[in-house]
């Protein structure tokens, strides 16, 4: 069935850790072994063993537009004919700022890095010394990438200093990130009252995705934004993976928000490596050369990485896109909860728009400690058994799944098909 990949999974374990060079694509969240893609196009990934997949993964959400779009290829083919990078300026990447900047009122200034960990990483350096305090909040179950002070977990007891949540992670500089639960305001109310006037930053996913997807809570985003307003804490919001992906504007505009800072990535890559951060003249021109807060990169604004993320947003402005991600997403949803209860699964599932998980827990799920109760091992045999049957959800009950402008209303139909057969698999 997946011959090839099992030989190369051999061959790639004795190269690189864990056979991978990101974590999560090995499976480890759903037992077996990984599979590897030779091919995408458009809805559907092929593996090296030609197996077929409508996939859902979409490269973990930059993929919104489905693989290989013909126009975004011929992007960055027609870029790289004029060679792959300089190392200076380009008009592309000015013309992807101003984008940017259109697109988010709250961004005046952004600049563009090369990865998602990179643009937060950027982000609280600008905002520690925007501020001159050290301490910043985060929220549980919320990724930011693997920069050091964001791989922290909560301490004991919340709303108390953190713990490094990796090996390598200097205490003394977890200790200066506090972890609270997200959709919890009498915890946000408490941290801002423990660590008055002292918070840099506070970075948050607007829609959390890396718990599974976690949808804000009525009034939890505008007391955040009462208080870090309040006590000078500069607002981060994290949109690498809900920019441009559940609202062109992002979730600053889908719940009309005005964030200090935000930080992009995924979609405005194309698929190509592209990060961003940005903010107010004010606070952005603290970043070198304009001020004195370093951050650099090699392949910063790349003008293969740049073209086909501009392709990609001019595609997402044709009329009418984000109204077919959220039919398809509200088929797919109501498609899975009737499939679910006709095979007496308990699931839930959490979306907004185009990007969801289904849990397998019969309770919504408000927060990471309500995500760590679900079933992740119910949540494995039915990932293997959907990869089983032509559909590939991405492998872990702690991601969002995402689905692109490539989907058909069949290719929901078909997964709603596979799913049936999947939950009643597992009923067996
Ligand atoms: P990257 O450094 O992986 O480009 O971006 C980090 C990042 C930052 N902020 C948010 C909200 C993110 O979701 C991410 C990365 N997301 C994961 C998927 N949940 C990337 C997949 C992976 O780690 O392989």
């Known amino acids: 069935m997946r011959e090839k990949s099992k030989k190369l999974y051999e061959r790639a374990v004795k190269l690189m850790p864990g056979g991978v060079n990101s974590p999560v694509r090995a499976f480890r969240g759903v037992g077996g072994e990984p599979v590897f893609m030779a091919r995408g196009s458009g809805a559907r990934l092929t593996d090296v063993d030609g197996n077929e997949y409508l996939d859902y993964v979409m490269s973990w959400g930059p993929l919104i537009l489905g693989h290989a779009r013909p126009a975004v ?3 960055i083919a027609r870029a790289a004919e004029k060679g792959t990078s300089f190392g200076a300026s380009t008009e592309a990447e000015v013309e992807l700022a101003a984008e940017i900047c259109r697109a988010y ?3 005046e200034r952004v600049r563009l890095v090369n990865s998602g960990t990179e643009a937060t990483m ?5 905002a520690r010394a925007w501020t001159g305090r050290e301490k910043i909040l985060k929220f549980e179950g919320c990724y930011h990438g693997h920069a050091d002070s964001l791989l922290v977990k909560a301490g004991s007891g919340v709303a108390t200093l953190g713990l490094p949540d ?7 500089l977890a200790e200066l990130t506090v972890t609270i639960p997200f959709n919890d305001l009498k915890t946000l109310q408490e941290t ?9 930053a506070a970075i948050v996913e607007p829609v959390v995705g890396n718990s599974g997807c976690i949808p804000p809570q009525a009034g939890f985003l505008d007391r955040l934004r009462e208080l870090t307003a309040e006590q000078g804490t500069v607002l981060i919001f994290d949109e690498v993976m809900t920019g441009f992906r559940v609202a062109y504007g992002g979730a600053q ?3 009309r928000f005005r964030p200090d800072m935000t930080t992009l990535g995924k979609i405005i890559g194309g698929g190509l490596p592209v990060g961003a951060y940005g903010g107010s003249a004010k606070l952005m021109d603290q970043v070198a050369p304009a001020g004195p807060v370093y951050q650099a990169g090699t392949l910063s604004g790349n003008p293969l990485a740049v073209a086909a993320g501009l392709m990609t947003l001019e595609l997402l402005r044709q009329s009418g896109t984000y109204e077919k991600l959220e039919a398809l997403g509200a088929r797919l949803e109501a498609g899975l909860v009737e499939a679910a209860r006709a095979a007496s699964a308990p699931i839930t599932i959490s979306r907004v728009g185009s990007m969801f998980t289904l849990f397998f827990s ?3 799920v408000t927060d990471y400690a309500a995500a760590k109760r679900a079933d992740a091992t119910r949540f494995g045999k039915f990932f293997r058994a959907l990869l089983d049957r032509g559909v590939y959800f991405p492998p872990s009950q702690f991601e969002a799944a995402f689905i692109s402008t490539a989907h058909t209303e069949a290719d929901i139909e078909q997964t709603i098909r596979a799913a049936a057969e999947a939950f009643r698999h597992l009923a067996d």
Not at 122 to 126: C, D, G, K, P, T
Not at 166 to 172: D, E, H, I, K, L
Not at 192 to 200: C, D, P, T
């Open 73 to 75: 290829v011929e992007a």
């Open 105 to 107: 009122p709250s961004i």
């Open 122 to 126: 950027s982000a609280l350096r600008v």
């Open 166 to 172: 990796s090996p390598g992670v200097p205490r003394a």
């Open 192 to 200: 801002f009252r423990l660590h008055r006037k002292q918070l840099a």
């Open 253 to 255: 505009e889908r719940y």
């Open 362 to 364: 019969a309770k919504p």
